[in-house]
């Protein structure tokens, strides 16, 4: 098993989607620059979505222009339906996520599509990016629960991730939307599907509602998973997921899996800036557990 973890940054994308204050195209470059000099190297910067559904990620290609492109820098851009993947292939994406939730009013309300057309949209963009070589990471969101219809049984979560494997996805992203998942869960979910699939073909995605994101990342990880994702200082939130706050923040992960050994490859203490400005633009204070003791210092 490697030591090596990747943590993929969505604060760009998750965290802003929902924020009530506006945020430039300028203000994310520089929170992305910002990542970038602390280590980061994995990021999901923007989503081609509605901008009627979404304002907030109206500027995605714009900002998509400003990002710097280098060989170790691997972005992904999320897509709710076949025109947002078109988007994101022109602004030059080879890897792009989509989204799906486990139940029929999650989908509803996040992507205006009943579950079933939801998941015939999912495997349309699934094999037209096949035909495209580009590479796919698809959502199972509310994979623990749903924040209308609440608990989701684990069957159904694997259900549906073996669906999209079927259908040709690369990766599942695992996601507890509002963060109303438990370590039990986490491995009834993971533990099957790892059997199945290999753990190397799963990111964990989670929000830290209730304060289980860690726990529950760890969990992940002994079982074999490599792959999370997280937000500069616990940004985030779904705009379509009453109670969902934000994303586990990118420091406190970073410090669990250092802390034990592995190796992410980001400075803690080099976040620090990305966090300010994160926090400026936002105008709101951010910053998870690690950097809060660090300052106390
Ligand atoms: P709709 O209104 O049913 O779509 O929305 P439509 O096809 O009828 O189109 C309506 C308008 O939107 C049209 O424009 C389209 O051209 C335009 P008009 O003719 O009115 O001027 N449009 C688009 N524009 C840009 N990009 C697009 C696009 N598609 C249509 N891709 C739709 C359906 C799916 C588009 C909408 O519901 C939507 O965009 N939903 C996205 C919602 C969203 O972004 N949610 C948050 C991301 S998911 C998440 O956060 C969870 C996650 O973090 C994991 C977890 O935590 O669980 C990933
Ligand atoms: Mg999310």
């Known amino acids: 098993m490697t030591d090596q973890v990747i943590i993929n ?8 989607q929902n924020q009530p204050v ?6 994310k470059a520089a929170i992305a620059d910002a990542l970038i000099a602390a280590g980061v190297r994995y990021l999901e910067p923007v989503s081609f979505v509605s901008p009627k559904a979404v304002p907030r990620m109206a500027d995605a290609a714009a900002l998509s222009a400003r990002l710097p492109r280098r060989a170790d820098l691997h972005y ?15 602004a030059g994406y080879d890897t792009i996520a989509l989204v799906i939730s486990t139940t029929e009013s999650f989908n509803q309300r ?5 579950l079933d057309t939801a998941l015939e ?3 349309s963009i699934l094999a037209q990016a096949k035909a495209d070589g580009v590479t796919t990471r698809a ?3 509310g994979a623990f629960a749903c924040p209308y219809d609440g608990p989701v049984p684990a069957r159904t979560s694997i259900e549906l991730s073996e669906k999209l494997f079927a259908g040709g996805a690369d990766e599942v992203a ?6 109303g998942g438990n370590t039990r869960q986490m491995k009834d979910i993971m533990q099957p599907l790892i059997a199945s699939f290999g753990a190397e073909r799963f990111f964990v995605h989670l929000h830290d509602t209730r304060g289980l994101a860690a726990a529950m990342a760890w969990v992940a990880c002994e079982l074999g998973v490599r792959k999370f994702d997280a937000s500069v200082g616990g940004l985030g939130g779904c705009p379509f997921a009453p109670g969902a706050t934000g ?21 803690i203490v080099g976040l620090r800036e990305a966090v300010r400005l994160a926090a400026a633009a936002t105008e709101r204070p951010l910053g998870g557990r690690i950097l809060k003791w660090i300052e106390s210092q």
């Open 22 to 27: 506006h945020v430039s195209t300028d203000a």
């Open 121 to 123: 949209s999912c495997l």
């Open 174 to 179: 695992i996601s507890d939307t509002i963060g």
């Open 9 to 16: 940054e969505v604060g760009l994308r998750d965290g802003l």
């Open 139 to 141: 959502y199972v969101s």
């Open 110 to 114: 996040n992507l205006n599509m009943s």
């Open 76 to 90: 992904t851009a999320l897509v709710p339906n076949l025109k947002g993947y078109q988007l994101a292939r022109a």
């Open 247 to 267: 994303n586990v923040a990118t420091e406190d992960l970073v410090y669990l899996f250092e802390s034990a050994g592995l190796n992410t490859g980001i400075d």
